[in-house]
């Protein structure tokens, strides 16, 4: 909506600015109130606690107690075991990941290394064959003066 605003002719912007602001407020207001209406109804169901027959609150250790209850123990456990069991299969498989890691940066150095000796190699190879090259031209050059006469005029 903001962009589509920008579009509009600037005689008539400021006033679907001032809508844009005061739907916005609103929406904020109402996910306030969505959330605090779900934080309460949470809490109350948690908290509550339903009387059995006899008219007395029924405890979770009281093997009595209204099998919703029990139930809502249960459920929350198994989930509680869940979320701990894929935790756990995350945690290892961070572990598993940061080993492969350590070893892919270990054999990058290795390589790196293996790099940088034979690039030393090729350039002590390099500075060789120019001074193989250097001497050879010189005594080429010696040689060609020596055949090289020069002719009487």
Partial sequence: ???EIQSIPIAIRSQ???RLRAAKA???KYKKLLADSRSQFVRAD???SKANPNGAYASSDDPYASSGDRARLLAGTTVLEQGTKRLQQSQQLALETEMQ???ILTNLVSQREQIENS???VCT????LI???EMFCISYDARISLLTVPRAR
Avoid at 125 to 128: D, K, P, T
């Fill in 26 to 28: 609103d929406l904020q």
């Fill in 46 to 48: 948690l908290l509550s």
């Fill in 131 to 133: 001074s193989v090259l």
């Fill in 101 to 103: 890691g350590a070893e």
């Fill in 119 to 121: 690039r030393d190699t």
């Fill in 1 to 3: 909506m903001e962009i």
């Fill in 125 to 128: 190879a390099v500075v060789s």
């Fill in 16 to 18: 679907y600015h001032t």
